[in-house]
């Protein structure tokens, strides 16, 4: 009878210890999937945000140059006027689409960039050609988008 008690309880011992062992090896590997999903998730926000970020500085860009070619063309008749002044507006708003998506640093250099172009748009530059005026703050802004980008 000593025997098969003793036989009985390895035999619990032998359930529970490997009960133990396979409750815990599941719980590793759950939290192993759980960080790599988390990891994944996070890789993938960081794609869709940059092509997001890309996609922005592609039409800002885009945009720009449609208000350098409406200041080069500058003919102050009723037509011109109205497509520049959509093509400030769009300007505009991307400025502000780079504030909310970019830092401020990049943010500062956009908006000086737009006010140079706003300007040239509107009034000859006092001083130099339009060109000069819109190098300083073009590649400023650029450089630091390039930047950016790299990180």
Excluded at 103 to 120: F, G, M, N, Q
Aim: charged fraction near 30%; hydrophobic fraction near 45%; aromatic fraction near 6%.
């Amino acid at each position: 009878m000593q025997t098969q008690l003793w036989v009985a309880i390895l035999s619990l011992t032998g359930v529970l210890l490997g009960g133990g062992l396979s409750s815990l090896v599941q719980n590793s590997v759950a939290r192993r999937v759980e960080r790599n999903d988390v990891r994944r998730q996070t890789a993938e926000r960081a794609d869709a945000r940059r092509a997001e970020r890309l996609e922005l500085l592609r039409e800002f860009i885009k945009v720009a140059q449609q208000a350098e070619r409406a200041a080069e063309d500058r003919d102050d008749t009723p037509a011109w006027k109205n497509s520049a002044l959509d093509v400030v507006d769009e300007l505009w708003v991307c400025e502000r689409m780079i504030h909310v998506l970019f830092t401020s640093s990049l943010h500062e250099l956009a908006r000086a960039y737009v006010k140079a172009l706003d300007h040239v748009v509107w009034h000859a530059p006092d001083e130099g050609t339009l060109w000069d005026h819109l190098r300083g703050p073009k590649v400023a802004f650029l450089d630091a988008a390039r930047e950016e980008l790299g990180r």
